[in-house]
Nanobody, 115 residues
Framework: EVQLVESGGGLVQPGGSLRLSCVCS????????IHWVRQAPGKELEWVSN????????GYAALTKGRFTISRDNAKNTVYLQLNELEPEDSGMYYC????????RGPGTQVTVSS
């Protein structure tokens, strides 16, 4: 059974940082590109970033503005998303997924950016 489980979200002030984690199981992790997507209240799901199975190729949406960094540890079946310089507009539920449209995503972790 494919499983992705996110963690690391929380409440942070504007300008703060968070590190999200996604632990994966049920598939050959090292061969699989992993995506991060997010959804703000009342808005559609939007793609944030992805990383290739070997961790070499990385992609970012324009919304990240150079503030987010994706990485992975294939020994731990884990993908990370470092969020820096957070803005209130970054608030929402963050999911890791097997596709850019959010297919096969985990339950998510909530990020709230507020003073």
């Amino acid at each position: 059974e494919v499983q992705l489980v996110e963690s690391g979200g929380g409440l942070v002030q504007p300008g703060g940082s968070l590190r999200l984690s996604c632990v994966c199981s049920g598939f050959i992790f090292r061969n699989t590109r992993i995506h991060w997507v997010r959804q703000a209240p009342g808005k559609e799901l939007e793609w944030v970033s992805n990383i290739s199975g070997d961790g070499v190729a990385k992609g970012y949406a324009a919304l990240t503005k150079g503030r987010f960094t994706i990485s992975r540890d294939n020994a731990k079946n884990t993908v990370y998303l470092q969020l820096n310089e957070l803005e209130p507009e970054d608030s929402g539920m963050y999911y890791c997924a097997l596709a850019s449209n959010g297919a096969s995503r985990g339950p998510g972790t909530q990020v709230t950016v507020s003073s």
